[in-house]
């Protein structure tokens, strides 16, 4: 195939954004046919060149034709959206149910949680997984809150340690999170400012681990309900076919997701507070995006350095 098609394809291939299993099948009967088409067009008499820069503007922009693509082929399918709902579903049901009392139920949704998302992220990281990653994140949250119970010198000492060892952590998942798409990077950082957020309303202030039991088991209906909203947010994104839609998506739920955590609250969140809570869902769900710039702006520069050499 001539160089030309070669980049052409190699284009909307980088622009697809979906699985590598529907990237490989849609690229290869775009190959297909191509070369169907230019034999045509040789038949009739043109040059490869001519054939080539004839097939290239019937097809389009490579940007705009991988666009359409995406939309005939992005939308989740309904076991798509079980497997990714079902994370969500089980932290609402443990709050809903009072499954939280018992020790074996929680130890049991969080290893089973922790091992799906294991096994996804070494076979292949499909789609459905990055709901799952989110509650990886946890422990890298519940980390830095225990930080307030340290004396104010040693909490200095060991911000200075926490902090550049959450944000490599979070970066190098998320990362390797936009090496498919960047969404899905923002669909795994999605719950985070709303856990954030319920662990500080159901502590004491300036102590979010002091938390009694009566104060969860009043709150738990809506910590239950919270995760099913987030739940139902998933599932309407992996049926939604256009990436804006998506995007608004992500944020007017998360925006709407800490208004109902605040007015949940019952004054125990104060403005100070959401302020920094939605400002930490903002950053979270686009900051993705910059990520994946710079990473997509390193590579062409890396490709371009070695073409012209």
């Not at 309407?236 to 998506?246: A, C, N, P, S, T």
Request: charged letters at 15%; proline letters at 4%; a neutral charge.
């Amino acid at each position: 195939m001539p160089t030309a098609l070669s980049q052409y394809l190699d284009t909307v291939r980088d622009n697809l954004r979906l699985d590598f299993a529907t990237e490989e099948e849609i690229i290869g009967e775009l190959e297909t046919l191509i070369e169907d088409r230019l034999e045509e067009m040789k038949e009739k008499g043109l040059s490869e060149e001519e054939a080539t820069s004839t097939c290239v503007r019937l097809l389009g922009s490579a940007r705009s034709l991988a666009r359409r693509l995406y939309e005939a082929h992005s939308q989740g399918t309904w076991k798509q959206v079980l497997l990714a709902t079902m994370p969500h579903l089980f932290f609402a049901l443990l709050f809903t149910l009072n499954w939280w009392q018992g020790v074996g139920w929680l130890l049991g949704i969080l290893g089973l949680i922790s091992g799906v998302a294991v096994y996804g992220w070494w076979h292949g990281k499909p789609l459905w997984l990055f709901p799952w990653l989110s509650y990886s994140l946890i422990p890298v949250v519940v980390a830095g809150l225990s930080l307030l119970y340290l004396p104010e010198g040693w909490a200095w000492l060991a911000t200075l340690f926490y902090v550049p060892t959450a944000a490599w952590l979070v970066c190098s998942v998320t990362m390797k999170t936009v090496k498919k798409d960047w969404l899905y990077g923002a669909l795994m950082l999605f719950p985070v400012p709303v856990i954030i957020g319920w662990v500080l309303v159901l502590g004491r202030e300036g102590k979010p681990f002091e938390i009694g039991l009566e104060t969860i088991s009043y709150f738990a209906p809506w910590i239950g309900l919270s995760f099913l909203a987030i739940a139902a947010t998933v599932a309407v994104f992996f049926r939604l076919r256009q990436r804006w839609l998506r995007v608004t998506l992500l944020l007017t739920s998360g925006l709407a997701n800490l208004v109902l955590l605040a007015c949940c609250a019952g004054g125990r969140l104060e403005l100070p507070v959401f302020l920094f809570l939605l400002l930490t869902m903002v950053t979270l769900l686009l900051g993705p995006a910059l990520v994946e710039k710079r990473v997509r702006s390193g590579r062409h520069r890396a490709t371009a350095v070695l073409s012209s050499g």
